[in-house]
C-alpha cells in the first residue's frame, strides 16, 4: 500500500524567513504526481504546488517551491517570505495509479507565522 | 473561475437520522472523490466516481452510499447517524483521474454535526 509520512506535526516559522516541510512517500510507480494542499482556518482544501515525478526539474510557484528527490521518495515544500496568510495546514498527497486514482495524504504539518 | 460546489456547508443531525450531500464538480471534470476528515485528523478517501460509475472505495461504512449523476454531480447518502460520523466531508474533482491528469480541486466541505 502506497504511504505519505509527513514527520513534522508543527512548524513555526518568523515571518519573512524561509521554511521547509517535509514529506516522504512509498510507491513502486515509476510515473505519478505529488502534491501539497494546504488548509487554512476556513477548512477549504487549496492546491499549492504540484510535481510530475518524470519531470527532475523542481516545480515552483511564486514563493513555494518543492526539493522533489525521487530516489529518495522525498517531496518537500519550501515557502520563501513567509507571511502571516502561510499559517495552515499543510498536506502532502499522493494518487495512487490503481483504479480510483484515490488522494492519499500525509498527517499534515501545522505551520505557525511569528510576527 | 467556477470551482466545486458542495452543499450544504452546514448540517446538524441527530442520532440514527439521515443526511444527504451534494458535490457539484468543476465544468467538465468527469471525476468525483470523496473524503472524510474528523477533527484534527488528515482526510480519509471515502468513495470515487468516474464518468458515473464507481472507481475505488475506501473506508466508507456500509451504513453510506454514494452515486454519480448523468450531469456529474455527486451525492452521498449518509443513513443511521452516529456521533463519530461528525466530521468535514470533501468533494473534489478532477478532468480524468488526479493521478492521470494531476489535478483535483476540492471543495470547501460540508461540516456534518451529529448530536
Known amino acids: 500500500a502506497q504511504t505519505v509520512t509527513q514527520s513534522q506535526p508543527e512548524m513555526s516559522v518568523q515571518e519573512a524567513e524561509t521554511v521547509t516541510l517535509s514529506c516522504t512517500y512509498d510507491?513502486?510507480?515509476?510515473?505519478?504526481?505529488l502534491f501539497w494542499y494546504k488548509q487554512p482556518p476556513s477548512r477549504q482544501m487549496i492546491l499549492v504546488i504540484r510535481?510530475?515525478?518524470?519531470?527532475?526539474q523542481n516545480a515552483t510557484e511564486n514563493r513555494f517551491s518543492v526539493n522533489f528527490q525521487k530516489a529518495a521518495k522525498s517531496f518537500s515544500l519550501k515557502i520563501s517570505d513567509s507571511q502571516l496568510g502561510d499559517a495552515a495546514m499543510y498536506f502532502c498527497?499522493?494518487?495512487?495509479?490503481?483504479?480510483?486514482?484515490?488522494?492519499?495524504f500525509g498527517g499534515g504539518t501545522r505551520l505557525m507565522v511569528k510576527p | 473561475a467556477a470551482g466545486v460546489i458542495q452543499s450544504p456547508r452546514h448540517l446538524i443531525k441527530e442520532k440514527r437520522e439521515t443526511a444527504t450531500l451534494k458535490c457539484y464538480p468543476i465544468?467538465?471534470?468527469?471525476?468525483v472523490y470523496w473524503y472524510q476528515q474528523g477533527p484534527g485528523q488528515d482526510p480519509q478517501f471515502l468513495i470515487s466516481?468516474?464518468?458515473?460509475?464507481?472507481?475505488d472505495k475506501g473506508s466508507i461504512p456500509d451504513r453510506f452510499s454514494a452515486q454519480q449523476f448523468s450531469d456529474y454531480h455527486s451525492e452521498l447518502n449518509m443513513s443511521s447517524l452516529e456521533l463519530g460520523d461528525s466530521a468535514l466531508y470533501f468533494c473534489?474533482?478532477?478532468?480524468?483521474?488526479?493521478?492521470?491528469?494531476?489535478?483535483?480541486?476540492f471543495g470547501e466541505g460540508s461540516r456534518l454535526t451529529v448530536l
Open positions: 498527497a499522493y494518487p495512487t495509479l490503481d483504479a480510483g486514482n484515490m488522494l492519499t
Open positions: 465544468p467538465r471534470h468527469d471525476t
Open positions: 510535481q510530475e515525478a518524470y519531470k527532475q
Open positions: 510507491t513502486s510507480e515509476s510515473d505519478y504526481y
Open positions: 466516481f468516474y464518468e458515473k460509475m464507481q472507481s
Open positions: 473534489a474533482s478532477s478532468l480524468g483521474l488526479a493521478g492521470v491528469s494531476g489535478e483535483l480541486f
